[in-house]
């Protein structure tokens, strides 16, 4: 599945906030920031990409139920790509 730079735009600006936020966590750790608030920065890092996996997963499936044809679908290939974000 193809989707289109319309469709990617919100989810590519998501991933670009979000590597914005790692360099910023990794300069904290360079500089010898606190464990704790440097862990409070990851783990916002990390939802953040969370939540742009399920945003790619989300346009992708509306994007096969809105323009393939139902019966080419390949469900079990669509139910790995959900899961390899759990």
């Known amino acids: 599945m ?6 990617m735009k919100a989810i ?3 991933m670009k906030r979000a590597h914005g ?3 910023t966590v990794i300069r904290m750790m360079e500089n010898s920031a ?3 608030d440097v862990l409070t920065q990851l783990a916002a890092v990390n939802k953040a990409l969370s939540r ?9 499936l ?3 139920l809105t323009t393939e044809d139902p019966s080419t679908l390949d469900v079990k290939q ?3 790509l ?4 759990a």
């Open 52 to 60: 742009a996996g399920y945003a790619l997963v989300s346009t992708g």
């Open 12 to 14: 590519i600006t998501r």
């Open 2 to 7: 193809q989707l289109e730079p319309d469709e």
């Open 82 to 85: 959900f899961l390899s974000l």
């Open 62 to 64: 509306q994007h096969c």
């Open 21 to 23: 936020h790692l360099a």
């Open 78 to 80: 669509l139910e790995r």
């Open 34 to 36: 606190e464990c704790e």
